[in-house]
């Protein structure tokens, strides 16, 4: 491919969506096979982010001295309200374990409306309707949740990432093979 080879047929980006979905797939079944191990892993990984996230602010927040001091001051604040989350969230591995399946299913919901809004731009092309189910598969999984709080959180936090991620997984498959045959013309 020559640097004025623009078109889209010659263009690799079909094979990033591709990969992209193939990751998403494989994540989500593997989720869906050790459910609970998914759950505490999602919980460490959001723990190390939230810590990592409160560390940063924290530093930002002292080290950079042309913010006003209410500025300075406010960015303090959250990056000790990230790092307590994620002691807490460490410390209280349960009630973490609720707390995220409780954002996770918020974030679901989001992003569920998100893609549904996103299928039905994409109406004249090619494969819309997967787009639009994703969206409304992660807004009945949402839903699922908060009807049955607390008591299903620690499997089905898995379980959820795992249908999410496939899925989209799915989709982003696709996707990929849609924009390929775009591409051929």
Do not use: Y
């Amino acid at each position: 491919m020559t640097a004025t080879d623009t078109t889209p047929a010659k263009s690799p980006s079909w094979i990033w969506l591709l990969i992209l979905g193939i990751l998403l797939t494989v994540g989500g079944l593997m989720c869906l096979f050790n459910p609970l191990a998914s759950t505490f892993t999602a919980l460490i990984l959001a723990g190390a982010t939230f810590m990592a996230a409160g560390i940063i602010q924290l530093i930002a927040a002292v080290a950079d001295k042309e913010d006003s001091t209410g500025s300075r001051i406010l960015g303090a604040l959250l990056g000790l309200v990230l790092v307590v989350f994620a002691i807490s969230l460490m410390r209280h591995p349960l009630a973490g374990i609720v707390s995220l399946t409780l954002l996770v299913a918020i974030l679901f919901l989001i992003s569920g409306l998100v893609r549904v809004i996103l299928g039905f731009q994409l109406r004249p092309t090619t494969g819309w309707v997967f787009v639009l189910i994703s969206g409304i598969i992660s807004i009945v999984l949402s839903i699922m949740v908060f009807n049955n709080m607390p008591e299903i959180a620690a499997g089905l936090l898995g379980i959820l990432l795992g249908v999410d991620l496939l899925s989209s997984g799915i989709t982003t498959l696709l996707m990929a093979f849609g924009v390929r045959s775009l591409a051929k013309g």
